[in-house]
């Protein structure tokens, strides 16, 4: 059994025998559910977070159309190797650091309590918000779906609220129930999307391969007026206006938020300290090589115009179509739009998952929550009061948007370029600065504090590197953000998006100026509840 410093000794046995903190009180925290998930679920729930079929679906286009256009491929290139810099430093915390929190415990060990309970709320938050979006973009989806199938229209609030209530009532239970349901799901998309991918290979490209698409110098770049296309000719692409590169290069980042969700789900695998740096690995990598592959094969298989014109008129018919060409008829396009449906509910699934882990996690580190927030459920060993909590918020986000926007019951309005645009926004502003955090934080830990042997390439050079690649990516989030916003960018909740962010990072971290003052042994305490254990469980 190897025991995770903490700077001082612990005073009481841990919960259930697998964890231990620096707090003195009598009350010690709790501990989730451990040996639920196996490799296979870890990397199944991480996916499911940055749900492969809506990010194809929703991104790829995005990028064509006003980002680095036939280059799009190029940008998700780009995306796969900085994030895979930034994966390497991160995995490796993982592997000396086991905990619900992630980020909260990995900075916290790295850079000290102060920025570990402010980056600790920044990604709470993030993933709080992470869920009512992927409701929004759900309702879209199955309002849409359910109009071209029965020609039924749904108010989006019902749909909305059904999404919301079943997220919540298989968070409550045993971790692995939600794991099977995403999972499905999961494999269902990557089969499909798949088979797309290779139907292409089989039938040909409708005009070449476009290998020009794979090169990465081209991620840099934005769309030429008119799509690059003669702009005599009077087709769709002339109407184009030129595009950013950092356009393309942030929505190809975009589509990996909640990748990280790996070190999450720690406590509850059989194996934290194999598992997860192998999942969050595999995560990184394969999502990459799948984004771009698919963008790619999708991008020949409609032919370079198709695909400009497309992206810019009718992004969706760019894979449904192509879908029921190469694949069998239009009920394969059926198929796709359900499993769009299907993917944004199990998204919505996985980040509510990871947000009552990191409320259950900060909760459990303050004596007056633990009985409450940061407490198991006696049978199923899941954090259910974080879980109810976060459902009640999640409905509260929901409400008010549709509510409180104009012309909030419209579902375009109100779910898709509100609730889903705007909180997905706020969510990765908050999670990309966090993650460039962690990427320091790992230096200073294994190079500054020496608290475990490191080697110079993957804790040190590798984590700059990935770190500075963070930064890049916040800087293109900033400089592109009105963009990012859409049409929901006029909305004052737009305007006070980054001081909703700024102040999920200030306001924590002088929470914690205060209790190093007035409470020194819970401040002690914050981010420092770690799993003991680093044997195989079963």
């Known amino acids: ?90 995995v490796s915390m993982a592997r000396h650091i086991t905990t619900a929190g992630a980020f909260y415990g990995f900075i916290t060990h790295g850079l000290g309590t102060i920025w570990g309970t402010a980056s600790g709320a920044l990604a709470t938050m993030a993933y709080v918000v992470f869920e009512a979006s992927l409701v929004g973009i759900f309702s879209y989806f199955a309002s849409d779906a359910l109009d071209q199938w029965f020609g039924v229209g749904v108010n989006w609030l019902v749909l909305a609220a059904a999404c919301v209530l079943i997220v919540g009532v298989l968070g409550y239970f045993d971790i692995s129930l939600a794991a099977v349901v995403m999972g499905f799901f999961l494999v269902c998309e990557v089969v499909l999307l798949t088979a797309l991918a290779v139907s292409v290979v089989v039938r040909g490209p409708a005009d070449g391969w476009q290998l020009g698409s794979l090169d990465p110098i081209g991620a840099f770049t934005g769309l030429p007026e008119g799509g690059g296309f003669d702009i005599t000719s009077g087709d769709p692409p002339a109407l184009l206006a030129a595009g950013s590169g950092a356009i393309g290069l942030f929505f190809a980042f975009w589509s990996w938020v909640g990748f990280e969700t790996t070190a999450v789900y720690g406590e509850e695998s059989k194996n934290p300290r194999r ?211 859409g049409p929901a960018s006029v909305s004052p909740f737009f305007t006070a998006i980054p001081y909703i962010v700024g102040a999920c990072f200030v306001l924590p971290a002088l929470g914690a100026l205060w209790l190093r003052s007035v409470r020194p042994e819970t401040y002690a305490a914050l981010g420092r509840t770690v799993l003991e254990e680093s044997v195989e469980r079963s």
Not at 339 to 351: E, H, K, M, N, T
Not at 360 to 382: I, N, Q, T, W, Y
Request: proline fraction near 5%; charge should be neutral; charged fraction near 5%.
């Open 1 to 90: 059994m190897a025991t995770e410093t903490t700077g001082t000794t612990p005073t009481v046995p841990p919960q259930r025998g697998s964890s231990t903190t620096s707090s003195t009180t009598n009350s010690p925290p709790a501990a989730l559910k451990a040996g639920s998930l196996g490799l296979v679920a870890v990397l199944f729930m991480a996916v499911a977070n940055a749900a492969p079929i809506t990010a194809i679906t929703a991104n790829v286009p995005i990028a064509i159309a006003y980002g680095n256009g036939l280059q799009a491929p190029a940008g998700f290139a780009v995306a796969t190797v900085i994030l895979t810099l930034f994966a390497i430093g991160f």
């Open 275 to 485: 598992m997860v740096p192998r999942a969050t690995l595999l995560a990184v990598v394969g999502l990459g090589v799948f984004y771009v592959l698919v963008s790619w094969l999708v991008i020949a298989g409609n032919g370079a115009q198709q695909a400009i014109t497309l992206s810019a008129t009718d992004p969706t018919s760019m894979f449904t179509g192509l879908a029921a060409a190469n694949l069998g008829g239009e009920w394969v396009a059926d198929v796709y739009l359900f499993l769009i449906v299907a993917g944004s509910f199990a998204c919505a699934q996985a980040f509510h998952n990871a947000a009552s882990r990191y409320l259950f996690a900060m909760g459990r580190d303050l004596p007056a929550l633990r009985g409450s927030l940061g407490a198991v459920h006696a049978k199923h060993g899941s954090p259910h009061i974080a879980s109810l909590v976060q459902t009640a918020i999640t409905a509260l986000f929901v409400i008010g948007f549709y509510v409180l926007t104009t012309h909030g019951s419209d579902v375009s309005q109100g779910a898709y370029y509100y609730l889903y645009s705007l909180l997905a926004l706020m969510g990765t502003m908050a999670i990309l600065i966090v993650q460039a955090i962690c990427s320091f934080a790992v230096i200073v830990y294994f190079h500054v504090k020496k608290a475990h042997p490191g080697g110079l390439w993957t804790t040190g050079i590798i984590p700059a590197l990935g770190g500075i690649g963070m930064l890049y990516v916040v800087y293109l989030l900033f400089s592109n953000i009105s963009f990012a916003g």
